[in-house]
Nanobody
Framework: VQLQASGGGLVQAGGSLRLSCAAS????????MGWFRRASGKEREFVAA?????YYADSVKGRFTISRDNAKNTVYLQMNSLKPEDTAVYYC???????????????????WGQGTQVTVSS
C-alpha cells in the first residue's frame, strides 16, 4: 500500500486548503482512511477519519471535512477557516482492521503517507 499526500502550502488565517491522499494497493472505499498532523515540538494528533461515516477531532469539527473519490481512489481533507494553530505536517494513513473506537489512534493504522506541510500565518 502506498499513500501520496499533497496539497499543503502557506495560507493566511481564515483561508482554506484541500489536502489529497492518493492510495495505491488498497481501495479507499473499503478501508479506514485517516488524517493526522504533527506540529513542531508536539506529538502527532488525530484530525479526521473515514470509513462508513466521518469522524473528527473536536479541534477541527465544523471547519474540516474528510471525503473520498472512489473513482480516483483518493481521500481529501478540506480545511476551511484555518487558524495558526492548524500549522503542522499533515499525514494520511490507512488501516484495514480498525474498529470505530480506535479510529483516532495512530497506532491502529498500518500505512502512512509522507506528509505535507500546512502553514497558517496570522
Amino acid at each position: 500500500v502506498q499513500l501520496q499526500a499533497s496539497g499543503g502550502g502557506l495560507v493566511q488565517a481564515g483561508g482554506s486548503l484541500r489536502l489529497s491522499c492518493a492510495a495505491s494497493g488498497r481501495t479507499v472505499s473499503r478501508t479506514t482512511m485517516g488524517w493526522f498532523r504533527r506540529a513542531s515540538g508536539k506529538e502527532r494528533e488525530f484530525v479526521a477519519a473515514l470509513k462508513w461515516n466521518p469522524y473528527y477531532a473536536d479541534s477541527v469539527k465544523g471547519r474540516f471535512t474528510i471525503s473520498r473519490d472512489n473513482a480516483k481512489n483518493t481521500v481529501y481533507l478540506q480545511m476551511n477557516s484555518l487558524k495558526p494553530e492548524d500549522t503542522a505536517v499533515y499525514y494520511c494513513a490507512e488501516g484495514s482492521r480498525i474498529i470505530t473506537s480506535r479510529m483516532s489512534e495512530g497506532a491502529a493504522y498500518d500505512y502512512w503517507g509522507q506528509g505535507t506541510q500546512v502553514t497558517v500565518s496570522s
